[in-house]
């Protein structure tokens, strides 16, 4: 039995859907519109996310949210299910549409999403432009708290004293509502209460600073002094604590309580010297070493304290006075945290193999590195592993094959980039007959060498091909021309990485041995979507593409698949695969329905 109409259109929209949230625009109407399906579709969708751990981007789910039907973007439960997507997805980036900010509001504080937001937030705006349209609001606007914290927060300055005084008595009687006002728009207080009032109210001041830091200015001068009341003015911004007087912040009791806060700002705001609290500096060096310059003589000669602040960062090592940086087992502390410790060290360490090898581990030479590595092997080696472009540097007495592949292995774990300045560098110390001799290149290839920098005549040799792409599969992309015609070969990198899709030559199936077919219908089982780089004119196609659907039935949703047995290129293929699989391999509509997991038919 033929395969009906509707069914071809059900599997195709189903498949398209699961392919790509965002191919969902290009499916039917009907399915479109229609919430079980959509439904069906989101749920898949997270499904697959949470299988495969997957982060979409943000601004492909805002564009798929976008193109739904207003009654869909408004239902509860498609918003719901929308919003599980958004929060497997990564929201660092991108705002998330407003409806869904709703959701996740909703379900930090429990409540219903509120069906007449775009209602109230045009009341806002309204009232907000042209306060004397206030009368011309409705009741249940001007009764309900969020109106009210809304209108406060966007009006402009000049009618914020308007606004405050037509805002219900009793709201203002209740705490809750106050003290929401002060977070949102402190300044708002001067016009509710006299300053006498809200000014030694201490739990409002906290509240009101954050959006009001100027509120400072006018409380008492007890509650200028009040540590909390600071700590909360700095919070927000260091530079907040211009306001506060300068003989209240030299109290080193002051100090420290802003050091965590400030994150150690405090001090290059004071500029204050010779401070002698050890309580500040064990905060603040967490943050910066560098604070310490802060200290007093008293706490940088003391070796107990010092030592305790290099165990914390290495870089306090700096500031130790000379008879604690004199002590090889306090450098050995300050090096666990600072790789250039070393360069504050001293005393003369030249002929010191331990402190040599660990600083040239730590990549204290990497930069500007001495004589006495240069011209040593073993430290020359090391210096390499790190930084490979320092071998125009060593001593040309040292460059030979073992050096050059130690460079060669510091390239590969630092990361040499193609055609770079420091690949360049490394390579001009390869003679060209080294790169075309295969004894060398496998021993370079093994430290790292790029299947590209070798000649041509190796890029076509199949081992030295093989280990290159097994240690490194982005090798793939330089393989000749002629070995990416060798079907079997190719297939041996298919579970290496999907960057092997991209250098595949297209492969004949007429021209196929029945070994390499039967190698090519094994990797597409594994892999579905590499049918769409094989082509053909017999019956054989039609087994690749039945079993690529097997394996993934999303497959007959795809646009770039070719059939040249049934049309040169299959610009919509659903229709084209389906009647392969109803003909020529007697599925029903039924088995295909079930094979696609497809449940709704208009």
């Known amino acids: ?49 949470k299988k495969e751990c997957k982060k979409t981007q943000v601004h492909l789910l805002d564009e798929f949210y976008k193109k739904l039907v207003k009654k869909l973007r408004e239902d509860k439960e498609i918003i719901s299910l929308v919003a599980d997507l958004y929060q497997l997805a990564d929201l660092r980036f991108w705002q998330v549409p407003e409806a ?32 004397s349209t206030l009368p011309n609001v409705e009741k249940k606007y001007l009764v309900n708290k969020d109106f009210w914290y809304s209108v406060i927060k966007q009006c402009d300055e000049d009618d914020l004293e308007d606004f405050s005084a037509v805002v219900p008595q009793e709201f203002y009687e209740d705490k809750e509502f106050l003290y929401k006002i002060a977070s949102i728009r402190g300044e708002a207080l001067k016009y509710i209460w006299e300053p006498s009032i809200y000014t030694a109210n201490k739990k409002l001041i906290l509240q009101a600073i954050s959006s009001y830091p100027e509120i400072y200015e006018e409380i008492s001068p007890t509650l200028q002094n009040d540590i ?62 560098d604070l310490l310059v802060y200290a007093s003589d ?32 306090i450098l050995l502390i300050a090096m666990e945290t600072d790789d250039y410790a070393i360069h504050s060290y001293p005393l003369d360490y030249e002929n010191d193999d331990e402190l ?52 060669i292995s510091g390239g590969r774990k630092y990361g040499i980039e193609k055609g770079s300045k420091n690949e360049k560098i490394i390579l001009k110390y390869i003679p060209e007959e080294w790169l075309d001799d295969k004894r060398f290149v496998m021993l370079a290839i ?37 070995l990416r015609k060798n079907i079997s070969f190719m297939l041996e990198f298919l579970d290496k990485t999907d960057e092997v899709f991209r250098c595949i030559c297209w492969w004949n199936i007429d021209s196929m041995t029945e070994k390499e077919k039967t190698d090519v219908i094994d990797a597409i089982k594994k892999k579905p979507y590499l049918v769409g780089y094989i082509w053909g004119r017999t019956p054989h196609y039609s087994e690749f593409l039945y079993e690529a659907v097997q394996s993934d039935p999303t497959v007959i949703g795809s646009y770039i698949y070719m059939a040249p047995k049934y ?24 088995q295909l329905l079930k094979l696609t997991d497809t449940k709704i038919i208009l």
């Open 298 to 329: 008293i706490l940088t000669r003391d070796e107990k304290f010092m030592t305790e602040l290099i165990k914390i960062n290495g870089k306090a090592y700096d500031y130790a006075s000379e008879d604690i940086q004199k002590k090889r087992e």
């Open 446 to 482: 093994e430290s790292g060498l790029s299947l590209r920098c070798v000649s041509d005549r190796l890029s076509d040799d199949k081992e030295v091909v093989s280990l290159a792409v097994n240690k490194n599969p982005y090798d793939v992309e330089f393989i000749s021309k002629e």
């Open 356 to 407: 040599i090898k660990l600083a040239l581990t730590k990549g204290a030479f990497d930069y500007n590195p001495p004589e006495f590595v240069l011209n040593n092997r073993e430290y020359a080696k090391l210096l390499l592993l790190r930084t490979p472009w320092n071998i125009e540097k060593v001593s040309d007495t040292l460059v030979d094959e073992e050096m050059i592949l130690q460079a």
């Open 1 to 49: 039995m033929a395969i009906s109409e509707k069914a071809i259109k059900a599997i195709e929209a189903n498949s398209i859907a699961r392919n790509s949230l965002m191919g969902f625009s290009n499916i039917q109407k009907e399915y479109k519109h229609n919430k079980d399906f959509l439904i069906d579709t989101i749920k898949w969708h997270i499904n697959k996310h």
């Open 567 to 590: 049309s040169s290129i299959i610009h919509q293929p659903c229709e084209h695969l389906l009647k392969i699989l109803n003909k020529e391999f007697k599925m029903t509509e039924k």
């Open 228 to 289: 909390d009341i600071i700590v909360e003015l700095a919070k927000n911004d260091d530079d907040n604590l211009d306001l506060v007087a300068k003989s209240i912040l030299m109290n080193e009791d002051v100090i420290y309580e802003l050091v965590d806060v400030t994150e150690g700002q405090i001090l290059e705001h004071l500029g204050q010297k010779d401070l002698i609290k050890k309580e500040i500096f064990i905060s603040a060096v967490e943050y910066d070493a």
């Open 100 to 131: 869904i900010e709703f959701e996740f509001e909703r379900r930090k504080t429990g409540l219903p999403i509120a069906s007449t937001v775009d209602k109230l937030q045009s009341a806002v705006e309204m009232v907000v432009e042209d306060i």
